[in-house]
């Protein structure tokens, strides 16, 4: 019965404009994208964590210029960034299997504003024809998303990080990196009877100027599959959902 609806978690745009089912959007490499070497290339999951394997030292720096300020930590960025690529390809290796709908826009049965990349080496990330799924819905074929910027992330890839080029706040103290219960505490996000711990212009540049991390595993995909004109910058506009849709 419910071999139609389809749920699935990433970080994506839910502003893709759209014109006869074809994307319309001047951030997408149009013409690529409508291609057969894009689908062949997007269906090749083992050949993108092998061009992974093979461009570590790339992939380290692709990542840094997305997310310069994503560690805090003693061990140093460096080393930080070396054991992140560690870390997606071991979650790979774990998985034994891939998350075959990684990336999705559905024009005609979904909703064509929606373009949401879903991590590559995370299977449970992506379900099909689930009969609880389809209970859930009251069999009611209405597609929908639900941001869930709120949470900071979706585990384990949590945390809010400051948007890479954006202005300091006068001489003010911060990190640029803070993980979930902080920044919600900080920005009122915590509980609806508490009071943020931020007032005035510095509660207003927090919310402006943090983001959702975003995983490596989704800036390398993208970054592979050449989706995108501007790279650097469409990157950043990715956030966390929660996709439901009646393919």
């Known amino acids: 019965m419910g071999t139609r609806i389809h749920k699935t978690i990433g970080w994506g745009l839910n502003n893709i404009q759209v014109k006869d089912l074809d994307i319309v959007d001047s951030r997408i490499n149009t013409d690529f994208f409508k291609s057969e070497d894009y689908w062949n290339k997007e269906g090749d999951i083992e050949g993108f964590f092998q061009w992974i394997k ?6 380290e720096q692709i990542i840094k210029e997305v997310e ?9 960025r460096e080393e930080e960034y070396r054991s992140d690529i560690g870390i997606t390809l071991a979650f790979w290796e774990r998985a034994k299997r ?17 373009l949401l990349f879903s991590p590559a080496n995370e299977p449970d990330f992506c379900r099909y024809d689930d009969i609880i799924d389809y209970y859930e819905a009251n069999a009611q074929m209405e597609n929908h998303i639900k941001m869930l ?13 400051h948007l890479p080029g954006a202005p300091n706040f006068g001489k003010e103290k911060y990190r640029y990196v ?36 975003i995983p490596s595993v989704i800036i390398l995909h993208a970054y592979w599959l050449n989706i995108f004109n501007d790279f650097k910058k469409t990157i950043q506009e990715l956030r966390p959902m929660i996709y439901t849709y009646w393919g």
């Open 54 to 59: 093979d461009n570590r030292e790339e992939c």
């Open 68 to 76: 310069p300020n994503r560690w805090t930590g003693d061990r140093g």
């Open 178 to 213: 803070y993980n979930p219960s902080e920044y919600n505490q900080m920005v009122g996000a915590w509980s609806p009877t508490m009071k943020p711990l931020l007032t005035g212009d510095m509660l207003e540049y927090f919310k402006k100027y943090y983001r959702p991390t």
């Open 149 to 161: 910027t709120s949470s900071c992330g979706i585990y384990p890839y949590l945390g809010m990080v």
């Open 98 to 114: 891939t998350n075959s709908s990684a990336v999705i826009h559905d024009a005609e049965y979904g909703m064509g504003e929606v």
